[in-house]
């Protein structure tokens, strides 16, 4: 039972992390146009990131059930694979890159798996297609490499797009009203924001909560559970069925969400909003409505996509839209190397703790 309340401890301090770290990216853009204060900003995305995670558990059945072996996921080894993905998470706010938060969970737990299933790579789901459409496949292919390249990529193009369209539309605006005007849209375009980053990120610690049940329902851990604790047992799915998320782990996940978001995250704020390209409320509209629009299509289909990515490349686009220059290509640089290093390094650090309690025995 310790061990239990530890795992979920340790999911609900990575879901505090994401809430800061990630929800940084997702009011950056509506801080550095001067719409809002960073207060104003925090509170707005707290209170959309919460009513944004009781939306669909599509993303949290991917984590749960879709990327690995659940007989091999289980308790100290979902410990080794949290600790990993906030080590990860930690270090870039520190340096203040807006790396993926959801790519950090998804390496940790994939290194940690195999290091517990003794390399075994087969405990790691890599591809089940599906013969009806690509995106209801499941595994690591599709659920996070497919979506990992498709939405930065979707993001910069829909971004670039938008913008173009809109330079069109107000070339005849003078300057004033188009600031007056987007800096009131902007603020619609940012609870959108939070509302998407709700939707996507909150669900996957949702996910590794409910794989932490199942695994313990599997191994007999709450045979011996007193009746009042009988909600924590959760089977797991029969094939083709969607484990079922307890309402009571929404609320749990939600709330915790909400209170990372309100500890802000300047690091990463500064790093997108200032570093990066400089932004009028009109392209604060246009990123954070395409970066949104990426993030809620994906959680619908229950893809663990990156919020990180989807602002990041969305404002990449709106600022090529301006013009190239306009990007500073050394900062682009470091944000994408963090990129790349995200499910390596923490899947790395993940492997090496089970490894490391496994030659204390605690495996």
């Avoid at 991917?62 to 007989?71: E, N, P, Y």
Wanted: hydrophobic share 55%; glycine share 10%; net charge positive.
């Amino acid at each position: 039972m310790l061990l239990i309340l530890l795992v979920i401890f340790v999911t609900l301090v990575f879901t505090y992390i994401n809430g800061f770290h990630d929800t940084a990216n997702s009011i950056a853009t509506v801080v550095s146009t001067k719409v809002l204060t960073p207060r104003q900003a925090i509170l707005l995305a707290a209170v959309t990131n919460l009513i944004g995670a009781f939306f669909g558990t599509a993303v949290a059945t991917t984590i749960a059930s879709g990327l690995v072996d659940v007989h091999v996921a289980t308790m100290p080894v979902l410990c080794c694979a949290m600790v990993g993905a906030i080590a990860w998470n930690l270090i870039t706010w520190w340096f203040g890159l807006p790396s993926s938060s959801s790519h950090a969970l998804v390496g940790g737990l994939c290194g940690a798996v195999l290091a517990a299933s003794g390399n075994r790579w087969s405990s790691i789901i890599w591809s089940v297609p599906n013969g009806l459409h690509w995106w209801l496949g499941k595994g690591i292919l599709w659920k996070v490499v497919v979506p990992m390249i498709t939405s930065p990529i979707v993001g910069f193009i829909v971004g670039f797009i938008v913008m173009i369209l809109l330079y069109i539309v107000l070339r005849n605006w003078r300057p004033v009203k188009v600031n007056r005007v987007f800096g009131k849209l902007q603020l619609l375009s940012a609870a959108y924001m939070g509302f998407a980053h709700g939707t996507n990120d909150a669900q996957k610690t949702m996910g590794i909560i409910a794989l932490a049940l199942v695994a313990g329902t599997v191994g007999g851990n709450f045979e011996t559970l007193p009746g009042w604790l009988s909600f924590l047992k959760t089977p797991a799915p029969a094939a083709g069925q969607m484990l079922h998320i307890a309402a009571w782990i929404k609320i749990l996940c939600a709330l915790t969400m909400c209170a990372g978001t309100a500890a802000g995250g300047w690091r990463i704020i500064k790093t997108l909003g200032h570093k990066m390209v400089k932004l009028q409320p009109v392209h604060g509209f246009a990123a954070e409505a395409t970066g949104a629009t990426v993030l809620f299509t994906a959680a619908h289909f229950g893809m663990p996509v990156s919020t990180t990515h989807a602002i990041t490349t969305s404002i990449m686009g709106v600022g090529c839209a301006k013009r190239f220059s306009a990007l500073k290509l050394r900062v682009v640089e470091r944000i994408l190397w963090a990129w790349v290093m995200t499910l390596p390094a923490s899947a790395a650090v993940g492997y090496v703790l089970v490894k490391i309690a496994q030659s204390f025995g605690w495996l």
